[in-house]
């Protein structure tokens, strides 16, 4: 062999030789059931046992027009083809799955800005609710305020004037006021009742 052919082989070819790397010996036979070339001196320590041993010469013998050489070549080929059809069916998964992902982060933001929307709409529904009830339930209340204070103020004017009346009035003007204040405190006592009930009422809104 040429330094030129020598030098085109593969690098796990040029490694190999036609002499043995343990005992610097020539290859003369072949161990069929180890797979590999012999020297003399492997057969003494090695393959004393081996009974499928043949002269590599016979091995050799138009190596390179048997079948061994078209099936290996056919099957370096089939491999590499389905290497390449398992590359690409990997590309296409993980373009898919990246498609898939992107996809699914869509939705989720969607779901979530739809969440978003619909809990803001509900808040400010539920407050808009709070504002008007509150907004009811004080103008009710600010109106019995008004009457009350107009109540105690009729209820304050005729204490005020009650010493009087005992003092300075004569009998039938006394019979006559105490009528009238017992028809005003009665009239207030029942609007008091009233306002017990009503205020129970609101409390329940």
């Known amino acids: 062999m040429s330094a030129e052919d020598y030098h085109n082989l593969p690098a796990f070819m040029q490694e190999s030789g036609s002499k043995c790397r343990d005992h610097e010996k020539k290859y003369e036979l072949y161990c069929s059931f180890h ?17 499928d041993l043949k002269p590599l010469s016979v ?4 190596v390179k027009s048997s ?5 290996y070549e056919k099957d370096l080929k089939d491999v590499k083809e389905n290497l390449e059809t398992a590359i690409n069916y990997l590309k296409t998964r993980i373009s898919n799955i990246y498609t898939q992902k992107t996809k699914a982060v869509e939705e989720i933001r969607y779901m979530r800005k739809s969440i978003n929307d619909y809990l ?12 008007s009830k509150h907004s009811k339930l004080k103008l009710n209340m ?7 204070k107009q109540r105690a103020s009729q ?3 005729m204490q005020s004037q009650f010493t009087k009346i005992t ?17 005003t405190t ?12 009503e205020t129970t009422s609101l409390k329940r809104i």
């Open 120 to 131: 803001n709409k509900l808040e400010q529904d539920i407050l808009n609710d709070l504002e």
């Open 35 to 51: 797979a590999c070339p012999c020297c003399v001196q492997c057969i003494t320590d090695e393959h004393q046992k081996c009974q």
């Open 186 to 197: 009665s009239q207030t006592v029942k609007y008091i009742e009233d306002l017990k009930v």
């Open 59 to 62: 091995i050799l013998k138009q």
């Open 167 to 183: 003092q300075y009035a004569t009998d039938l003007q006394i019979y006559i006021g105490l009528r009238e204040i017992e028809k």
């Open 155 to 157: 209820i304050n004017q």
């Open 142 to 148: 600010d109106s019995l305020v008004q009457q009350m």
């Open 67 to 71: 079948a061994s050489v078209q099936l």
